[in-house]
């Protein structure tokens, strides 16, 4: 993979405060852009496909979400991986910044050479990504990523896993039972509604159809929709 020709692209408040990071990551990549105002980056998106965006989710006078708004307005092919990052540890702003639509939540390490991993693995999976042709759904179980045509969605962790179970067994029906011993190690977890819940959630993400339902058997994904 040639790291010259990934775009990055950075938007923060001074490019003072990540000034160390920016020199470091620009011995290992040739285009990195930062921009310290919402206009001049709006701008060059529209001209421009970056691999991943970078957001200061303190920026301001606007927020990081605001941004990601505007982003996701103007569609891109393919479309960049949008990271929210921050020093701020709180679980419930991760969980805000996901739900949002951002690709990926990180705190903001001083040591540049844990960001240029980070891009790293990014860059990989997104070639893997293009490199399975043959499906409309790919997994990746580093990133506990489920990306749709390319478009990564994130999904709870249990609910990933019982995405990735029917996923890789799409030939076979699992029974509640069969899904509260796999998934949660509990058999009494068929009694509840828990695994109705997920199946709901997963729908809501990919379409009612993704996963097939026969009463008295239990579930099965829907082999169709996810290859070509």
């Given at each position: 993979m040639d790291l010259s020709i990934n775009l990055i692209v950075?938007?923060?408040?001074?490019?003072?405060?990540?000034?160390?990071?920016?020199s470091h990551l620009k011995t290992k990549y040739q285009n990195i852009d930062v921009f310290v105002t919402e206009n001049s980056f709006l701008e060059f998106f529209k001209k421009n496909s970056p691999d991943i965006i970078f957001i200061n989710l303190?920026?301001?006078?606007n927020d990081a979400f605001y941004i990601l708004k505007e982003i996701k307005?103007?569609?891109?092919?393919?479309?960049?991986?949008?990271?929210?990052?921050?020093?701020?540890?709180?679980?419930?702003?991760?969980?805000?910044?996901?739900n949002s639509g951002a690709d990926f939540f990180i705190?903001?390490?001083?040591?540049?050479?844990m960001i240029e991993l980070f891009i790293k693995n990014i860059l990989k999976r997104k070639v893997k990504t293009k490199l399975d042709v043959k499906k409309k759904i790919y997994i990746d179980l580093d990133s506990y990523l489920i990306f749709k045509e390319g478009k990564p969605f994130q999904?709870?962790?249990?609910e990933f896993m019982l995405f990735e179970l029917l996923y890789n067994n799409s030939d076979k029906y699992f029974s509640k039972v069969d899904l509260a011993k796999i998934i949660w190690a509990d058999e009494s977890m068929a009694?509840?509604?828990t695994i109705d819940v997920h199946i709901y959630n997963i729908r809501q993400f990919f379409g009612k159809n993704i996963i097939l339902s026969k009463k008295g058997i239990g579930y099965s994904l829907n082999k169709k929709l996810i290859e070509f």
């Open positions: 950075f938007i923060e408040n001074s490019i003072d405060q990540i000034f160390k990071t920016i303190d920026l301001k006078p307005q103007i569609e891109k092919q393919p479309n960049p991986y949008v990271v929210i990052y921050t020093e701020n540890n709180d679980d419930f702003v991760q969980e805000f910044a996901l705190n903001f390490h001083q040591k540049p050479v999904l709870p962790r249990k009694l509840k509604r």
